[in-house]
């Protein structure tokens, strides 16, 4: 399990075995979905070209 904490701004995070697992760099875009259970749901919409 991987933890983050939010800050008091409402930011978090996202740790560096899971930027690398979805390969994610700065300046990607991320998708939350809440589903029916309350559970968040984070998926990359958008990646840099050649990335």
């Known amino acids: 399990m991987v933890l983050s904490t939010i ?3 409402g930011q978090i ?5 899971v930027r690398d ?3 994610l ?6 998708e939350f979905f809440i589903t029916e259970g309350k ?3 984070l998926r990359p919409v958008t ?3 050649g990335a």
Do not use: F, M, W, Y
């Open 47 to 49: 990646k840099k070209k």
């Open 7 to 9: 800050t008091s701004k």
């Open 21 to 23: 697992s979805l390969r």
């Open 39 to 41: 559970e968040a749901l």
């Open 25 to 30: 760099h700065p300046g990607d875009k991320v």
């Open 13 to 17: 995070t996202i740790p560096k075995v």
